[in-house]
């Protein structure tokens, strides 16, 4: 007597099939989201896939900071922000010197964080602080964008055709642009100490090393704070920033000028200087186009 066929080992066998399938593309899974969390949309520490010490270059340098002796330093992709390479330095004639790059809060699972995690090379990783540079400028900042750059085109120091286009593009032949302090800390915890620091360490040699760059472009308090002291010591004691913003001054030994501008963040404008932030800044380009020789008529 034949034995009867056992019913439904077909479909277990299958169903284990798939069970090891599974398994296998779930592992595959949790090892690219320790690898690369952001990629899935995940929270977790950026780790890409060549070490932030071998970067080439100024991007190089900051990743290789030793920190400020508080225990904070450059430790992962998004802790920090450089928005040029070396080979950049000697064509831009003017230069913009803001605070610091923001803190790292919320980095890591935007869409900033992710395009970061996604870098191989020193000129990805500029690449792509550049890109989001300019996208905070024509849209988180768009009314300061277009009252600043405007300015300046009236004045014939700079030319565009259209504001988003020149702001992805020519803006970083004709702008170095750069922080006081490299790092991505809270605001609240950029202290003097940390400015000079990273002022004397990284800043200076930058101003020093741009040699086409004649005018500056200083943002924020502890900004003019550390170029005031670095680089106008010999003109005695000088206003605050919101009493220098948009005036024209001369540096100490380089020869090339700085005019002072307070914070452009709106709660900035709307406290301290309103309409009369552009009016002030007007009237210190105005002034660099005469001493320049520029006709803007």
Not at 19 to 40: D, H, K, T
Not at 161 to 177: A, G, K, R, S, T
Not at 281 to 288: I, L
Request: charged content about 25%; hydrophobic content about 40%.
């Amino acid at each position: 007597m034949k034995a009867a066929p056992v019913r439904g080992r077909p479909f277990i066998l299958l169903s284990n099939i798939g069970i090891l399938l599974f398994v296998i593309s779930f592992g595959c899974a949790l090892v690219r989201n320790v690898a690369y969390p952001c990629r899935l949309g995940l929270p977790g520490r950026l780790v890409v896939s060549f070490d932030i010490r071998n970067m080439k270059g100024f991007a190089g340098r900051v990743a290789n900071c030793p920190g400020c002796g508080d225990g904070t330093q450059v430790d992962g992709i998004n802790s920090f922000a450089v928005y040029y390479e070396d080979r950049d330095v000697e064509r831009p004639r003017f230069m913009m010197v803001m605070q610091n790059p923001g803190g790292t809060k919320g980095v890591a699972v935007s869409d900033e964080g992710k395009d970061l995690a996604q870098v191989g090379s020193s000129e990805e990783f500029v690449a792509m602080t550049r890109k989001y540079l300019s996208k905070w400028l024509k849209k988180s900042n768009r009314s300061f964008s277009e009252s600043f750059f405007g300015i300046l085109k009236k004045y014939k120091l700079i030319s565009y055709d259209n504001l988003d286009n020149y702001l992805d593009c020519d803006f970083y032949n004709h702008f170095l642009v750069t922080d006081l302090v490299k790092c991505r800390v809270a605001t609240r915890d950029v202290d003097d100490k940390r400015g000079d620091l990273c002022g004397e360490r990284f800043l200076r040699t930058e101003i020093e090393k741009a040699k086409n760059v004649d005018l500056i472009f200083s943002f924020s308090t502890r900004t003019w704070r550390y170029m005031k002291g670095a680089y106008l010591a010999s003109q005695g004691v000088l206003p605050t920033v919101v009493q220098a913003h948009g005036r024209l001054y001369r540096m100490d030994g380089c020869g090339k000028c700085i005019i002072p501008l307070a914070h452009f963040s709106r709660t900035m404008l709307q406290k301290y200087l309103r309409l009369s932030y552009y009016q002030y800044f007007e009237e210190g380009v105005c002034d660099y186009a005469i001493l320049r020789g520029i006709n803007s008529r």
